[in-house]
């Protein structure tokens, strides 16, 4: 399954709740091949993955989305791939691995997971040197500590949302009625 069709799956289904950028989407991409690897024990796809300076990146899902720039990607990219899955059993196994991945990583914004994706004992740190987009090999990723630690969600800006939501119930929805 090529990972466009990853990323295009992760669009269809979390367009509405979750603000995918470009950069957003690389990051859950990478971890969804992390997620795989770890869980499943093999590859979700076999693009190579690169690291970038602000992270991994895999070229082909970058490519399709690069005229957003920065802004919220609003639609799936129109892939030439139309054996896209191999079987269902495939497709069931792509759609949970992007939900434990949305659940896992879908809450960061998309800097918060550059800076997850930069910490020590990560593959990109690894193998990242600047302007050589060196590959993010299956090796580096298993030698990581990625898809072994997850990050802490209280310490982001949507746990934070969350905090004072639980703390003070009205408060939101008073800031968004003003």
């Not at 993955?49 to 070229?59: H, K, T």
């Not at 004992?121 to 500590?145: C, D, F, M, Q």
């Amino acid at each position: 399954m090529p990972a466009l069709t990853i990323a295009n799956m992760l669009i269809s289904k979390h367009q509405k709740d979750l603000y995918l950028t470009n950069m957003k989407i690389n990051k859950l991409v990478y971890f969804a091949q992390v997620e795989c690897l770890r869980t499943r024990g093999h590859k979700l796809f076999d693009e190579p993955i690169q690291a970038w300076e602000y992270g991994p990146v895999e070229p082909s899902v970058y490519t399709a989305f690069r005229k957003y720039g920065s802004d919220r990607v609003t639609a799936p990219a129109i892939s030439e791939d139309h054996n896209q899955a191999n079987s269902l059993t495939d497709l069931q196994e792509a759609k949970d691995v992007i939900q434990r991945v949305v659940d896992l990583y879908g809450p960061l914004a998309a800097f918060e997971l550059v800076d997850y994706s930069h910490r020590n004992g990560s593959a990109w740190k690894a193998v990242y040197e600047p302007r050589k987009n060196n590959e993010i090999t299956e090796e580096a990723i298993l030698r990581s500590h990625d898809g072994i630690d997850h990050p802490d969600l209280r310490r982001t800006l949507a746990g934070g949302v969350r905090a004072v939501n639980e703390r003070f119930p009205n408060a939101l929805k008073l800031l968004k009625d003003s």
